[in-house]
């Protein structure tokens, strides 16, 4: 019979012990059941859609270079047709740097896009009020989400109100009519937006182009029709490929360029993953190890209750009672830390996990406990215990059962020197990533990005505002925003032959060199320009739409009258031999826009530098300077007095650009925001290393404690036979150097492969050097020598009595 007052009271024994296990299963508990939420949040990404089997993004590759998440063309439109398999195409563009013109005042449009008329029918988005199949049929009709008719409105009834909209190259705003207001899309939507405009039927520009195959079609088979559309016989020009990728992959397995948010990672979900399942088998380790001591402890216990008649069944159903009540304190503990922990994470446990999903995760986490601290204790009662322990006074041989914990314990390590090693790696090659990038490890820097015709026309008049800022130290204006990728390219010919391949190209003004400190190889750097912008505009409007100047237009535009300085793989690609060789040489741009200015000699030229992120790789790079495409401002200032400059830098905003509300971000957030994954993947497996290492120095602290106490009779004999407490400490310690090696012989080939296999997605990598391993090791080893090393050294200078009257 089992009697409740005993089983309480066993429970409150050994009080040290359980505490630890209870704790780090608690904290265990806690970080499974938010990463169980927050795994779930990012898997469901998309699957809201009617058709989600059947719905892909379609996107086309050109050799060695990273995919756009875009495709353009008059082949798209071909694609539906000539494609058996497509059931339908619908096409979605970022409508460029428009802004929301709204009581005189330009609200710039983040989220704003442009969509064909099939676009409610082939994503589950819902209107609140409008005909979604009549809404989006004009191209001067517009949709605007819940939260935008609230903010701007006040109201959600804005149908059939008028709303100004500014365009990027149009400073005047265009009538648009709102046809139709939409519920703000879901937290799982790879995309978001708070506007959205009927696109214009012969619409050849960049945009995400998105598929709907017929039921079974195969995607393959889509794929490789849609080759043949883009690469007709006869043609000479690189090959292009296509690909098809469910939209439910999109946020967990795309990283192309101008993507439409950022997207999570499969990688770091991974990473997340098993760091909390290592987390897991540490805790279970620990319960492990001290439930095997506090049996060694209880066996007088044992070996009683068995002499007074006590069945090995009632015996084996004490100790699931114990265990019982062990776990439902767990639970308990560990459901508090995740309902406090959950808010401050961002993670509503109870909103992404159901009441089946929290109790399979309980229940299976119980049962690990019940299994690990019931079983072996069964298998010993089971399996002759009580028959060997007869004759031995109430206590059996535990040189066996140490063997086991030791065993325990360098896989503890073992655990912890592979995250270890794995955090310092991934952190290295983050530090090597900020290094790299133009101005990554600096203070001091604003962008203020992607702004439309209403700021790009102002930006002389806010260099002379910000001009008598005294904390304001530069200011330049660029094509796009760092870190981002640079697609835009031409075709060009050097000096009267025409190249075979293509450059980049990068619009920014004279100032950009010397704001990042960029050096020369050869040459200068881009002269002053000493047109405006409105120039700029008449030469495009004249040129191009063939719309006549009545005003001067004060650009030289004879031939090779501009100016273009180039980096190391654009030589290399040209084929010079040295910098110094380049310099003089003649290019003709033939790009319908920039070829404004027929052409210009090569300047300067610059080694390769980082603008774009990690991911890609260096790319023939030609900068020149174009005013109309220099739609980011980036301002330096003086980082010690942030907030006064700041303060001072908004003030010259409001009187040069009144119109336009004050949106940055510092240099590196936008670092920050370009490496989100990483950057977070770094940090959680920073708490996770010190977690674990936490976990498994207690476990250490535990099973050094219980060796201690069983060599005391060994310690005593030895010190009365003249062994120095530095003997005894050397006696109990060494032990733990043979321990981290093992373990960290282990985890080190592992940890590289696991860091090789991260790497893969960066084009420029850090070598993980054998001080990585070595600094991961010594943390591993000062943790577990500091942990022992108290109670090896109180152990090591008790008095001989004092050791041996315990026996």
Known sequence: MIRPEILFRRFRRFPMLKAVSIACLAASLACLLLVAAFVKHEVSYDTFNPYPNRLYRLTVSEEEDLPDARCWGSWVGRVPIEVPMIERLTRVSRA?????????????????????????????YKLISGDSAKALASPTNVIVSESFAKKHFGTVDVLNKPLLISDYMVEDATSYTIAGVMKDFPENSHFTAELLIGMPKDFIDMAYTYVLLKPNAPALSAEKAIDNILNPKGLNYPKRSSSLQLVTDIHLKSNKAREMSGNGSMQQLLILISAVLLLVIISLINLSNNSRVIFLLNQEYYLMKRVNGAGIGIMILEELLLALISGITVIALGFWITLYLGPLLGIDLLQRLTIVDISILIGGFLLSMLAVMVFPIAKEFLGGYFVRSRGLNGVIPVKGKLVRLKVLVVVQLCISAFVLVVTFGISRQMDYVLSQQLGGKEDGVLVIGQQDMNVISRLAQLKDELAKVPQVTNVCGVMEVPGDAIK?????????????????????????????????LAGNFLPKCNYTLGDEQRLLNEKVFEIPSTVKINIDTTAYSDHFVINRSALKEMGFNTAEEAIGKRILLHHQYISIIPGGTIVGVVDDFKYTSLFEKEVPLIIFERKLFQNTILIRYEAKSATEAIRAIEKAWMVAIPNVPFNYKTLSEVYDSRYYNEMRTRKLLGYFSIITLLVSALGLAVIMSFMVKYRLKEIGIRKVNGATSADIFVLLTRGIILWVVLGCAVAFPLAWYAMHLWLQSFAMQVTIGWWIYALGGLGVFMVAFATAFWQSWTAARMKPVEAIRYE
């Open 488 to 520: 835009d390219g031409s075709r060009y010919s050097l000096e009267g032959r025409k190249m075979e391949n293509g450059l980049s190209i990068f619009c920014v003004n004279d100032e950009f060199f010397s704001f990042f400190n960029i050096k020369l």
């Open 96 to 124: 460029k740097q428009m802004s929301a013109v709204l009581n005189n005042t330009a609200w710039p449009l983040r989220e704003a896009y442009l969509v064909d008329s099939t676009f409610f029918t082939t994503f589950r």
